[in-house]
Nanobody, 120 residues
Framework: QVQLVESGGGLVQAGGSLRLSCAAS????????MGWFRQAPGKEREFVAA????????TYANSVKGRFTISRDNAKNTVYLQMNNLKPEDTAAYYC?????????????WGQGTQVTVSS
């Protein structure tokens, strides 16, 4: 069992930045692929970014490439999402996810989510 707790959401103006954090419980964090998803009101949850367990591979949705950066600190059991040049269309609840496989398509565990609101 893996428990994930997100933090760092909030209200920011367009063009601003936020950094989300996701703290994971358990001793297996270093073996898990980690990712971020988001869900806007009335829309389906969508993939945002992922990072492999050994930090050698990151993937991003086209909509956030060049603006968002995913990273992880295995010593702290934490994964981060640095979000720069935020746009109103980035407004959503952001969820952390983990997986023993491909987190972008097979997430196993979810956090409770943190709200990001970008004003124009």
């Amino acid at each position: 069992q893996v428990q994930l707790v997100e933090s760092g959401g909030g209200l920011v103006q367009a063009g601003g930045s936020l950094r989300l954090s996701c703290a994971a419980s358990g001793r297996t964090f270093a073996n898990l692929a980690m990712g971020w998803f988001r869900q806007a009101p009335g829309k389906e949850r969508e993939f945002v970014a992922a990072i492999s367990w050994n930090v050698d591979r990151t993937t991003y949705a086209n909509s956030v490439k060049g603006r968002f950066t995913i990273s992880r600190d295995n010593a702290k059991n934490t994964v981060y999402l640095q979000m720069n040049n935020l746009k109103p269309e980035d407004t959503a609840a952001y969820y952390c996810a983990s997986s023993w496989g491909d987190v972008s398509s097979q997430p196993n565990y979810w956090g409770q989510g943190t709200q990001v609101t970008v004003s124009s």
